[in-house]
């Protein structure tokens, strides 16, 4: 039988309380990173990016994640250019005065200042920051401006750019994610988020019974996998929500779509992509459940 009303109600609920702790938690480092004299010559913006900056929170929990992002110099991307446009670009640019590893050790710093080096990690692709002196612990992901040009000058996607531990450049693009989200909540009758909810706590229940393992399901590509289902599945009725939006999953080829960014490409073989295997493991297991609750 379908899962019962009860619990997509309760799976769909939105919780304040969890998301005023973060902003408070964002607040507060960007308060000591501004006020630090280390970053006083740098120009950057910070602000929340994932399940709290898009309201799908659904473990009061979880990590904050908090973009620092450097705008003093950018991070590019070419391949979308003419030999033309690229030799026009080599020479209108030069060699930046102060690069993302430097900002990134500077950032070190001030947190380890300010929390103490016992409350700060740094080795991994973000650093974290233990909860204490903070609200909630957070996950700061230290970024730089990227463009990737499609036509020079003014022809470019703005996203963020950092470097993994192999010094792997990473680019993402959380303003365009955050924005995109926003217009489909608005298309989908403000259901599209509270789905968000309901399918990753569905996912938290598989992994919780060993159906799952978490690792293979992120939050972040269950919001992609969402974003792409069409507006006309989100009814108004939950139960008949969800059985529409199971069976269009699986029933369809989604192994070209793209991120709720709009931009980048879900599947693939990238550091930042999905695998269509744990993609289909998700959908069969929540086909399962919704059949046999």
């Known amino acids: 039988m379908p899962i019962d009303t009860g619990t997509l109600e309760s799976w769909a609920q939105y919780e304040s309380g969890p998301i005023d702790s973060a902003k408070r938690t964002h607040s507060r480092i960007q308060k000591e990173l501004q006020s630090s004299e280390t970053l006083a010559h740098a120009d950057f913006d910070t602000y929340l990016q994932g399940s709290y900056a898009n309201y799908t929170i659904v473990r009061a929990s979880s990590d904050v994640d908090i973009v620092v992002q450097l705008t003093d110099m950018y991070y590019v991307d070419l391949s979308g250019l003419s030999p033309a446009e690229r030799d026009h670009w080599r020479r209108n640019s030069g060699d930046p005065d102060y690069s993302w590893h430097e900002f990134r050790s500077d950032v070190v710093d001030v ?120 507006d006309g599945r989100y009814t108004y009725n939950k139960q008949d929500r969800v059985a529409k939006i199971l069976r269009y999953l699986n029933s369809t080829d989604y192994s070209d779509w793209t991120c709720q960014n709009g931009i980048t490409d879900i599947f693939g073989s990238g550091p930042a992509e999905w695998n269509t295997r744990y993609a289909g493991r998700y959908i069969d297991a929540m086909v399962t459940l919704w059949d046999n609750w």
């Open 111 to 230: 947190l380890e200042s300010r929390f103490g080096s016992s409350a700060v990690d740094p080795v991994g692709k973000a650093i974290e920051v233990e909860a204490g002196k903070l609200p909630l612990d957070a996950d700061v992901l230290v970024c730089a401006d990227h463009r990737d040009y499609y036509h020079y000058p003014n022809g470019y996607h703005s996203g963020i750019a950092f470097f993994n531990l192999n010094n792997t450049k990473i680019v993402n693009y959380p303003k365009q994610h955050i924005n995109n989200g926003s217009t489909r909540q608005s298309s989908t009758s403000n259901r599209f988020k509270e789905t968000v909810r309901i399918f990753k706590r569905a996912r938290n229940y598989l992994v919780d019974n060993n159906e799952l393992n978490k690792e293979n399901v992120p939050s972040y590509f269950i919001e992609n996998l969402l974003y792409n289902v069409p």
